[in-house]
């Protein structure tokens, strides 16, 4: 699970968008010399938009398990920041864990969205090489976790609901995050979790990278972006592990059973979210609509159930995660 | 998190001599299992199979194991080598257990406890399904018959044969946990060695009262992934029970000797009895048992005390 310090894949996963950039590139070119000249090419274009849909969505729908990982660690793919600077209309950051320190690997604040007020959480992984050093590519020490639950609990005082977006690779492996209790402050935010008497919503938009994700993941609806991953371990790891190679990362990612489709088939997540065409670092602002709509439907739907029954349906569903056979 | 960074391990191996892990010497094998696989030189607490810890826990003949026919599904098909349907006969057959983890009820020193213990032999003590459900319905009992908890972890992390299933019994443990508090229960968690990964991210660091074993790695993060991701040498002593009582984030380390003895003090305390009690011998009716319980707890104890300090 804190395989943070992965090397990047042997294998190239998105050597499958090659012809998809490709088809791209050219209409972007025919764009510009509609443009520039006088040419009618509109017939050109148009035909060629034709085929990169039809592309995408054939090349999409067979992705394998790695290439959906290298989708959900694409460098355009919408992060947490994204969301707050597009999807919200007011956003009020609040920082630290009031014990040991500020971890800029998790952001959390209030958040207003469509008339709706509620605690947004979320991993950040920064855009910049001096943010993602400063985020530590979204790997949260302890002080991260403990802050989340620290405004969790706000927001349970102030009677808000709570959205989580979960991208990160593991929590963060490290002296000062064993030092001060890593494993406990995810463990405290899991059985906190548990007992906070307002709605609580999980997206996995990009990594759910095993008990990092889970430290912010408890919630009455846990939604999963299309090409989003939500793993044990990361398939690097568990290949180095079970394989003895990092260079099985593909078979691992096969193995572990860890996209969208296959948490939702095995019950750990309520819902798939579709991403655009192509995936959502070609259209993050259609991706960032479509979880919107999430939010906002789910959030309606939750605030019937009374703070009791949250709490005890929260409960039951995890409850029923992994059920054995033989008494 | 994941289990099989310790599952190279050796068990014992079957001579009449063993080899300390710690300070490398020689072990008269049939001595240090009667001293519960303490090495008599140092003091160093190996890990101690299930079986042994139950009988070393739970006075003579009250321990009633439950649910043991629970067997996990292998929901993946997962496969790496050897499919995990093939590796889970293979390594009951080995063991004579059907999973990570035995759980029932006891008394301790006459104190009535559910008690849930892991057992490192069975693939690593990683948690799965069944580990999972053992810890949720050990908890659910706590609740419904109004006994204190007491669960020994030792883990390498959660079961990747399992993916993400194995990842929400870290979920499913700690809701159970958090039920068992709000009926105001009780519970204890002792990490021996090693407790790391995911069972150290749930269920064993949330109960109210954390223990540790002398020189027990208990950790999130693997030592080596820890030095891969800094690329620096590890401090000495990093992770190991001490470290972890020193940083604030154990209660109390105590020797295997002793272990009993603590255990019903503590259980004293959150079931109103008189922890006096507890440290005033009681005979054992060894009767199943191989390895018996310490009879002299006083002088196991200035070895244990030794022990640690050498640790
Ligand atoms: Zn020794």
């Known amino acids: 699970m804190t395989e943070a310090s992965a090397k990047p894949a042997a294998t190239d996963g998105l050597a499958f968008e090659r012809p998809l950039l490709e088809l791209e590139q050219k209409i972007q070119e025919l764009r510009k010399l509609a443009s520039g000249t006088h040419l009618e090419l509109a017939g050109e274009i148009q035909g060629l938009e034709d085929r990169l849909r039809r592309q995408a969505a054939e090349v999409y729908a067979q992705l394998s398990a790695w290439e959906r990982v290298n989708v959900a660690r694409h460098a355009a793919r919408p992060l947490t920041q994204d969301y707050i600077e597009q999807m919200l209309d007011d956003f009020v950051e609040l920082q630290g864990d009031r014990v040991f320190g500020e971890d800029r690997a998790i952001v959390t604040g209030l958040a207003t969205m469509a008339g709706v007020r509620f605690l947004l959480v979320g991993h950040r992984k920064g855009k910049t090489l001096k943010d993602k050093l400063a985020c530590n590519f979204g790997c949260a020490h302890p002080e991260g976790y403990r802050k989340a639950l620290q405004k969790m609990r706000l927001a349970a005082k102030m009677k808000l609901p709570i959205v989580t977006f979960i991208n ?20 405290t935010n899991i059985l906190e979790m548990f007992n906070l008497p307002v709605p609580i919503l999980c997206i996995v938009i990009g990594e759910g990278g ?59 997540v309520d819902k798939v979210i579709e991403e655009p065409l192509g995936g959502a670092h070609r259209d993050p602002k259609g991706a960032i609509e479509r979880v919107k709509a999430q939010i906002l439907e789910w959030l309606h739907d939750l605030g019937k159930l009374t703070p009791d029954q949250l709490v005890e349906q929260r409960f039951e569903k995890f409850r029923r995660m992994g059920v054995p056979v033989g008494g | 998190m994941a289990w099989t960074r310790f599952g190279k391990k050796k068990d014992m191996p079957g001579g009449l001599w063993i080899k300390c892990e710690s300070c490398g010497a020689m072990l008269f094998r049939k001595e240090f299992e009667q001293k519960h696989r303490i090495c008599g030189t140092c003091g160093y607490h190996f890990t101690l199979p299930g079986r042994e810890r139950v009988a070393l826990t739970a006075d003579a003949g009250t321990f009633e194991e439950m649910w043991k026919e629970l067997q996990p599904v292998d929901r993946l098909g997962f496969n790496d080598r050897v499919p995990y349907a093939e590796k889970l006969k293979q390594t009951q057959a080995k063991t004579s257990e059907t999973e990570a983890m035995i759980a029932g009820t006891c008394t301790v020193k006459g104190i009535p406890c559910a008690l849930g213990v892991m057992n490192f032999s069975f693939l690593g003590g990683s948690m799965g399904m069944v580990v999972g459900e053992k810890v949720a319905r050990s908890a659910e009992l706590a ?116 272990m009993r003895d603590e255990m019903a003090r503590l259980l004293a305390y959150a079931t109103g009895r008189d922890p006096v009690a507890a440290f005033k011998p009681q005979p054992q009716p060894a009767a199943e048992l191989e390895v018996a319980v310490a009879a002299e707890p006083a002088a196991d104890k200035k070895k244990a005390k030794k022990g640690k300090k050498d640790a």
């Open chain 1, 168 to 187: 990160t690779p593991g929590a963060y492996p490290g002296i000062g995050a064993e030092e001060r209790g890593q494993a406990a402050a995810i463990a």
């Open chain 1, 210 to 268: 095993s008990g990092g994700a889970l430290g912010i993941g408890v919630g009455d609806r846990v939604g999963m972006l299309e090409n989003s991953y939500y793993s044990v371990i990361t398939p690097e790891g568990c290949a180095a592990i079970l394989w003895k190679s990092g260079d099985k990362a593909p078979d691992a990612a096969e193995a572990l059973k860890l996209t969208s489709k296959d948490l939702l088939r095995l019950g750990l």
């Open chain 2, 143 to 258: 609740v419904e018959k109004g006994l204190p908890l007491v669960l020994f972890a030792c883990s390498g992390g959660a079961r990747m044969h399992e993916g993400a299933i194995s990842l929400m019994q870290m979920a499913k443990t700690c809701g159970a946990l958090s039920r068992l508090n709000r009926v105001g229960g009780f519970s204890i968690s002792v990490m021996t060695h090693p407790t790391t990964g995911g069972v150290t991210a749930s269920f064993a660091s949330v109960c109210d009262i954390l223990l540790a074993e002398p020189g027990a790695l208990i950790g999130f993060a693997g030592p080596r992934v820890i030095a891969t991701t800094i690329k620096k040498e590890l401090p000495k002593g990093f992770q190991r029970a001490e470290f972890l009582l020193e940083k604030g984030q154990i209660d109390r380390i105590v020797p295997r000797a002793s």
